[in-house]
């Protein structure tokens, strides 16, 4: 086990060596959260790219060291570039991250992701409402820990308190701030840090655990200054790009 | 006929139910204007979703409060996804906005709007030169007032000075600041805290009312702190999550 | 050739002319960098318009000024809407800008770029990677005026140093703030912007330096008072809002 101090300090490992390395994620994403999630990419230190188009995502995954399959906004097109982009992952052994957006709301969303558990995420990042319908009928106290176990990977369920495990390990992140629920593309922009952070860190449970715990801190950091929902997204990108291990230290909540 | 300060008193009460009851908008909308429009939606109070997808649009519009139909970025998926959209709103008798955005621009566009006029719309929310597209022969003087009586909708036409007419009853507003003219997505923004007050209150001529109002109150607000239109889209968005009945009272100017 | 200073008026005078005649740009852009290329055209004074749907796009590009032709998000509606509006360019006698983002991921991108060359861009905006990939063999040293020669166009490579080439004069313009390439979308603003100074300065070389010029110094005002990436993002769109001769005179770097 881990002692909070000591993932405070992973976390700011993480973050340095985005910084240092500038891992190249590539983004399947909703076009709601497309600029966000660059935007918050880009603060951390790491390279986005965003195409769909099947001629060429195979190149860009290829040249990547990360990908994100994002589900909001699911349309055909993007059904087939999650199809080739997965497959360009497969080959290159490229982690990816799942973030199964509002899969409560649409059958056919939920079925759709269903399916891409089996492909092997390297994470899962999803909240409460889209939890319960990837899970189905085993949703309650231990299930992401089952579901991990299960699947073979990481679940990051992101919440007033997120919980990340990797069907042995669990830990308890209470981070973050309400103001990080009324901006759109927060929780996509938090599943692409997830990403970059599988780049540089090969415990894929500790990496979970360092965006998260990341992203949360800086949220706490620009809600002081930034106490309202629209100055608040433009802040965040700021705490995160000027994230010091002092401050991680200061204010992880790990248990 | 109600007074300018019941008036400024209905649209508090209509932002209050919004924040309490968090009702569910639908946004079929162009991808320049999505993150801005959910951003305004969250802000306010409410749930955004934006997916356009044929398998599931259907689902989240029938899981939804209100639709809007925004026309910018106008393809053949698009097109398909309003016609499935207002299946299901019709179905469900859910209100719906019609945003008909730059239809002057574009002869297959405005002809698509005319036939949407058609469906229904609770309200169509749009510039002047937009309503004159729209309306064809008939825009100058009383035609706000005559279009909506003959389409049984709701007219919110936008400018410096805002007119809305439900075919008997007629305000203008004239809140607001030129600075919402420069940021992008700022009118789709306001057409979806339209549908969002349809949500909260029945008289459709009260919620277009009250939602102009506040979106133009908070804009002038903004303005103040905020007198260059990057900060200032971030401004109006703080100050429209913190408006409140006495800032409403004092600046509303209704007549 | 131009003295320095007599540069910097002519960015004064460019900008002046766009706030005055408001010139309209279509803009065939990525997804991800829509909203805030619409938000730059906007602070400066024209009219972007985005839709890429074949049965409008003709009509809209008739009705602008001048066009973008980005190629991030490279999809087949993309390619089906860049030919549709370059051939209602050429109709119209139109200029129209070449950002070829992101072509040395893809081939196929790169391919697809190197056509369009042939169709006569006014100006060729893009990095030192795209232009490597762009330019096949011939990448180094004065490749930017060969190239501009070759292809009778204007050449706008962007990084420290931008380089601008018409063939025959050739200009470094040594303004901007490294926080530039930490918001995603700004170098297709800079595109977009070129595109609106073409409308109002018919010696392109003069309309791509007076954009560069003027983007790069308002970044560095904004970097003054935003030094991270998040806020930067806003403040030099106010920065560009605001930026007078005076601010040009003082602060270019041109030679």
Redesign the interface.
């Known amino acids: 086990m881990h002692a909070p101090v000591e993932l405070a300090d992973i976390a700011a490992d993480v973050l340095a060596r985005i910084k240092s390395r500038a891992p190249r994620v590539h983004c399947i994403t909703?076009?709601?959260?497309?600029?966000?999630t660059?935007?918050i990419l880009?603060?951390a230190g790491a390279i986005?790219?965003?195409?769909?188009?099947?001629?060429?995502i195979a190149?860009?995954v290829a040249?990547a060291d990360a990908l994100l399959v994002n589900l909001?906004?699911?349309?055909?097109?993007r059904k087939s570039a999650i199809d080739l982009a997965l497959g360009a992952a497969e080959q290159g052994d490229k982690p990816w991250v799942l973030d199964p957006v509002?899969i409560e709301?649409?059958?056919?969303?939920a079925q759709f992701a269903q399916g891409l558990v089996g492909r092997g995420p390297a994470v899962v990042r999803l909240n409460h409402h889209e939890f319960a319908a990837l899970a189905g009928g085993d949703a309650a106290g231990d299930a992401p820990l089952r579901f991990a176990k299960k699947h073979n990977t990481i679940v990051a369920l992101t919440g007033a308190t997120d919980v990340v495990s990797d069907g042995e390990r669990s830990a308890k992140v209470d981070n973050g701030d309400a103001l990080m629920?009324?901006?759109?593309?927060m929780g996509c922009a938090g599943s692409a840090l997830v990403a970059a952070a599988l780049v540089v860190e090969r415990d894929r449970y500790l990496a979970a655990i360092a965006a998260l715990v990341a992203l949360g801190v800086a949220g706490e950091v620009a809600a002081e200054s930034a106490p309202?929902?629209?100055?608040f997204?433009?802040?965040?990108?700021?705490a995160l790009?000027?994230l010091d291990r002092a401050t991680l230290r200061a204010r992880s909540r790990i248990s």
Not at 30 to 36: G, M
Not at 228 to 231: L, V
Not at 233 to 238: C, K, L, N, T, V
């Open positions: 909703n076009s709601v959260a497309q600029a966000y660059a935007n880009l603060a986005p790219s965003m195409t769909i188009a099947p001629e060429e190149a860009f040249g909001g906004t699911f349309d055909a097109e509002f709301r649409s059958p056919a969303r629920g009324l901006v759109t593309g309202a929902p629209g100055r997204a433009s802040w965040i990108i700021d790009f000027g």
